[in-house]
């Protein structure tokens, strides 16, 4: 059974991530067959929009699948990884950039990679499970795939929040915060698929929306406003820590799961951003990042310690986030040179 349904359906282009299993975890062929039918689609007249889902009901999309950069990493081999990534927010970008409307519906879990596939769409849904989350300071990355855009556009500061605690927005949440624009009850899609199939036309998304309860993050958003205006992750911490309750409790609980220097330059990232409109300029902040953390960050201790051997105990290079060296995060996050990721030569 293929990793990924690509195909024509009336009036439309379908996009099935299908490994239910695996929580249709992206792998690098997926990736590519993507990009390829987006190529293929935009000047392709009987395609009048895209559809994008994901079989079974837990996700839409958990994230990358990333054994084989854990793999490849620790034999010393970084350029797997490397170019993973590469095309993935090649991907992205055209995703972004796509000139024809793009429907994603985003089921259970959207994490990381997910949100590169689903969030990037121009009419994006969501339902009853939705559980929207970039929790990749976890294992010591930064959010990527153009999800630091998105969170440095979202209302606040949530962006630092949500980048840096790994926040499971449900719908209400995911729509308030800017990763979602529709709420349609789940038991609808089908009939609003066969609708977009049948006519090509995105208003029968609009017509089949309903509004969604209230948002948690807009109700906590005072704190979130406060807590998270400094200029670094360490003023963030110690604000939290000099601010004793449940926000604050709950929150640096939240905090110590994360690599400290992933958390400094997520901050970092989503602050230089705030003024960005384009993917590009995020995809290419991100990469950076990504780019350096297999020998110089803390991916491969990160995947180690949650996927591998699951110990859930990580020996980050940085212990306290309040000392997250200034140097640290410019290391990561300087120019790459040549290496840089070029998103104009797409081809």
Not at 7 to 28: C, E
Not at 195 to 220: E, F, H
Request: aromatic letters at 8%; a negative charge.
């Amino acid at each position: 059974m293929s990793d990924i349904l690509i195909r024509k359906a009336g009036r439309t282009g379908r996009i099935t991530l299908n490994r239910p299993d695996a929580l249709n975890a992206l792998t690098y062929a997926m990736v590519r067959e993507i990009d390829a039918a987006l190529r293929d689609w935009a000047d392709d007249s009987d395609v009048a929009l895209l559809i994008i889902d994901g079989a079974g009901p837990r996700a839409f999309c958990a994230g990358g699948d990333i054994a084989e950069m854990y793999a490849t990493g620790t034999r010393g081999d970084y350029e797997y990884g490397r170019r993973f990534w590469r095309d993935e927010y090649t991907m992205n970008a055209r995703l972004f950039d796509f000139p024809k409307p793009v429907v994603s519906l985003m089921q259970g879990f959207t994490m990381g990679g997910g949100v590169g596939v689903g969030c990037h769409a121009s009419h994006r849904i969501v339902g009853e499970t939705s559980r929207i989350a970039m929790p990749e300071c976890g294992i010591g990355l930064v959010p990527d795939v153009g999800g630091s855009l998105l969170l440095a556009q979202a209302p606040g500061r949530l962006g630092e929040y949500l980048g840096i605690t790994g926040h499971r927005m449900d719908a209400a949440d995911a729509i308030y915060a800017g990763f979602a624009d529709y709420f349609v009850p789940e038991d609808a899609w089908p009939a609003l698929v066969d609708a977009l199939q049948d006519s090509g036309d995105w208003t029968r998304v609009d017509a089949a929306a309903q509004t969604p309860g209230p948002s948690d993050l807009q109700a906590i958003q005072p704190q979130i406003d406060h807590h998270f205006a400094g200029e670094g992750l360490g003023d963030i911490v110690r604000s939290l820590r000099n601010a004793p309750g449940d926000f604050s409790e709950k929150t640096l609980k939240g905090l110590a799961r994360g690599a400290p220097l992933s958390m400094a330059a997520a901050i970092e990232i989503v602050h230089r951003l705030r003024r960005a409109d384009h993917i590009s300029a995020a995809l290419e902040l991100e990469f950076r990042f990504t780019y350096r953390s297999l020998d110089l960050g803390d991916f491969l201790e990160g995947i180690r310690a949650a996927i591998i051997d699951k110990d859930q105990a990580p020996n980050w290079q940085h212990a306290d986030p309040e000392a997250v060296p200034l140097a640290a995060v410019t290391k990561m996050l300087t120019p790459l040179g040549p290496h840089a990721l070029k998103l104009e030569d797409r081809t």
